[in-house]
């Protein structure tokens, strides 16, 4: 039980669909499975970074799912952690909102920066509460799903009119989930700042080709209705990323929204 409970929060699904996780998980073992085997990339293709983005993807035990932070698993590239760092400093940011906490230890890393910037608070939004999970006083955690009218309240209770607002979104990788969550949480971005979307490179993109729509599909979806942000594909800068398409960085401003 423990074991399903962990592959799933590795993955980022929710507690329904049980067909659909469970097709997804024997696709997924299946997959790293077909690459250790046969020494090659997943991807198929020639191209030399997508190559080395489905190695890097398709050894987790190495690299996304052993990847720490004061001693904190977080499942992130270390190259986006780098790009988090280089939005914080730019932005100054005093809300950060990540859906998707797992372990905390990227509620950690975005801690730690804002601990020598000087300022900022995390809040971390998961439907479960791990007895492991990283504790920071910058960080608050608030139980529950990130699509939940209690949980949107309570986040919301604890901005500001005047605060510099980051989004991240971490956690189911669903296309629905993660189209809800955008249309939410679009709302708190405040102009210039970003609304990052986490692990788009699945569903093919480059990797996971058979994972169905997922946050890649989300955020096309998402675009084609809204003009208030565009993708800054600047972040994506050292090539690798696991958030392609995904650092959404709002342009403009409505007057009804923040
Ligand atoms: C990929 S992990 C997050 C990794 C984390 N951000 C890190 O840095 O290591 C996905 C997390 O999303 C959580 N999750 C799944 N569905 C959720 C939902 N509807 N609302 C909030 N969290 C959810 C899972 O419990 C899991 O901890």
Not at 152 to 171: A, F, P, T
Not at 233 to 254: A, D, Q, V
Request: glycine letters at 6%; charged letters at 25%; one cysteine or more.
């Amino acid at each position: 039980m423990e074991i399903i409970k962990s592959v799933n929060r590795s993955l980022g699904l929710s507690q329904d669909n049980i067909f659909r996780k469970l097709f997804r998980i024997i696709n997924y073992s299946l997959e790293l499975l077909l690459v250790r085997l046969y020494h090659k990339s997943s991807s198929r293709s020639g191209n030399i970074v997508d190559q080395f983005h489905s190695l890097y993807y398709c050894s987790p035990e190495k690299t996304w799912n052993n990847t720490r932070w004061m001693g904190r698993r977080t499942m992130r590239c270390p190259l986006d952690l780098w790009v988090y760092q280089e939005i914080l400093y730019e932005l100054k940011p005093d809300i950060v909102i990540e859906t998707g906490t797992n372990e905390g230890g990227g509620a950690h890393f975005l801690a730690s920066i804002m601990d020598v910037i000087g300022k900022g608070k995390v809040i971390g939004v998961d439907i479960e509460e791990l007895a492991n999970r990283a504790d920071h006083e910058r960080i608050t955690y608030i139980k529950g799903s990130s699509i939940d009218h209690n949980i949107i309240k309570k986040v919301s209770e604890m901005i500001e009119s005047d605060h510099v607002v980051l989004v991240i979104l971490d956690s189911d990788h669903n296309m629905p989930h993660v189209l809800e969550e955008m249309k939410i949480y679009s709302e708190f971005v405040t102009k210039g700042s970003y609304m990052i979307v986490e692990d788009s490179n699945v569903n093919g993109h480059p990797v996971m080709p058979n994972w169905g729509l997922g946050p890649f599909e989300a955020i096309q979806e998402f675009l084609s209705k809204n003009d208030l942000f565009e993708v800054d594909k600047s972040r994506e800068k050292f090539y690798m990323s696991f958030n392609p398409n995904g650092y959404l960085k709002r342009t403009h401003r409505i007057t009804s929204a923040r």
